[in-house]
Nanobody, 115 residues
Framework: QVQLVESGGGLVQPGGSLRLSCAVSGSMLGISAMGWYRQAPGKERELVASITSGDRTNYRDSVKGRFTISRGNARNTMILQMNSLKPEDTAVYYC?????????WGQGTQVTVSS
């Protein structure tokens, strides 16, 4: 069993930065990829960024050049560094981990970008 816990969300002004962290408990064995999704009110959940076990990264176009996904110093952590935040980045952000056909989800952390 894998449990994911996000932290680092909050309120930030447009142009500001936030750093989200995802802590993984349980075995990392077999996890092929991890990622961050977000869901804004009234909208569908969307993939923001992902990183494979081989550290290959992928980003949605709207966050390229502003967001960076990486692993923490411990392999069981994942980071999303978000810079130049915009109001349209406001959403609940979810950490995910993929093992085979199983996807594990964290509880989500709120990110609000507003002046």
């Amino acid at each position: 069993q894998v449990q994911l816990v996000e932290s680092g969300g909050g309120l930030v002004q447009p142009g500001g930065s936030l750093r989200l962290s995802c802590a993984v408990s349980g075995s990392m064995l077999g996890i092929s990829a991890m990622g961050w999704y977000r869901q804004a009110p009234g909208k569908e959940r969307e993939l923001v960024a992902s990183i494979t076990s081989g550290d290959r990264t992928n980003y949605r176009d709207s966050v390229k050049g502003r967001f960076t996904i990486s692993r923490g110093n411990a392999r069981n952590t994942m980071i999303l560094q978000m810079n130049s935040l915009k109001p349209e980045d406001t959403a609940v952000y979810y950490c995910t981990a993929l093992r085979g056909t199983d996807t594990y989800w964290g509880q989500g952390t709120q990110v609000t970008v507003s002046s």
